[in-house]
DNA sequence: TCTATAATGTGACAAATGTCATATTAAGTC
DNA sequence: GACTTAATATGACATTTGTCACATTATAGA
């Protein structure tokens, strides 16, 4: 009997999902969390053979999880289950050695199969999620210049930016035109929502 | 028997629901969709007893195959199915009569026992969604400067919004001086994350 | 009927934003 | 070793943004 936990905090879509693995005669579903902490507890408890987590979580994302797992050297295979086929999300799954990457965006029999597949030993990412990062404009900016956008994403002005980045007001706004540059915007707001529609933040 | 016709864009969570749903004994998913307007069309062709409906798909919102259903005077009984406790989704809801709003952050459980109340007549509303309706900032928010705050959030300038909405630019300005100091905000950014936070946008 | 409030406008002003030219230093690449 | 890019900075400038005072008209409520 293989040992499952899942990890989401969507309720109607946790328990929807529990349900049904535990359906499957060899799938045994030991635990569920709707947070990211009680998720990493009990999966080091409880040793599942198998750990579904969501990304968006409170508390400690699923990815977060996922490099716990990694650095305490667990044995439990981790699948990734979410809605964002997301490069950057993508990336530090890879680094914390996950064995699936899946979206929501999937039936639930893909989920199965994933499940059995990494249990084969198999690592799985979603065809749709590869293509869509394959597919997605490459980042064009550099690792300050995505600080200070997010700096601007709450709202904050140049003073208050070049504070939270320890950097002089002038630099900020030296920062922000080339963001607008390289966006092809010309305000705050309309380099955000690139940057967002493109999932560079 | 009794028919239920499911919308919901997000794959696993639909085949999740579709399979669960279809275990019970009295209940028979005749069919799901994706998208709104595959939805409204099958509903208007298989009537079902209940459909249930997510909001945010493609195509065609939850809430206007909800409001056709209505104008229509179709039998089907309906139940939104969401993330969201909008006040404004949920009073378009109850502008267009549905019999059952219930969130996502509610588990399965939930939503069969939601289906059998609404097939008994009765109208049933989440607990949460209400509390959340209630205890939520009313929104202090005129009309137009709705209107202007929908407009910054597509990045326009306030020449360009006042293109867009028919006003002169220092109107635009004027009304955008007064959703700041409404929101007690300093900045179109922070107003847009205030006005999100608080769903008013 | 009086009184708010919403919707609309103008003009003036201070502050913030965005652009540009220019510069230094460090790191990485051919 | 030359070249590029990133990271950082300054100063000057034009434009945009936000504030304020003031004004008109329409409408809804007490």
Redesign the interface.
């Known amino acids: 009997m293989t040992k499952i936990y899942l990890a989401e905090d969507?309720?109607?879509?946790?328990?929807?999902?529990a349900?049904?693995l535990g359906l499957e005669d060899d799938l045994d579903v030991i635990g569920t969390a709707t947070d990211g902490n009680t998720a990493l507890s009990e999966i080091v408890l409880k040793k599942p053979d198998v750990a579904i987590l969501d990304i968006e979580m409170p508390k400690l994302s699923g990815l977060d999880v996922a490099q716990q797992i990694d650095v305490l050297k667990l044995t439990t295979k981790v699948i990734i289950?979410t809605?964002f086929a997301k490069a950057s999300y993508f990336e530090q799954a890879v680094d914390a050695h996950v064995n699936g990457y899946l979206l929501?965006?999937?039936?639930?029999?893909q989920?199965v199969q994933t499940i059995r597949e990494v249990l084969d030993g198999k690592t799985v990412f979603s065809p749709e999620l590869v293509t869509s990062i394959l597919s997605a404009e490459k980042n064009p900016l550099t690792k300050r210049e995505i600080d200070v956008l997010k700096e601007?994403?709450?709202?904050k002005?140049s003073k208050e930016i070049a504070k939270a980045v320890f950097l002089s007001d002038g630099t900020v706004r030296n920062y922000i035109s080339s963001i607008l540059s390289k966006t092809g915007?010309?305000?705050?707001?309309?380099?955000?929502?690139i940057a967002e529609k493109n999932k560079w933040i």
């Open positions: 969507q309720k109607m879509l946790n328990t929807a999902l349900t049904l289950l809605t929501k965006d999937n039936p639930t029999d989920l601007i994403k709450t709202g002005n915007t010309s305000s705050r707001i309309e380099a955000l929502n």
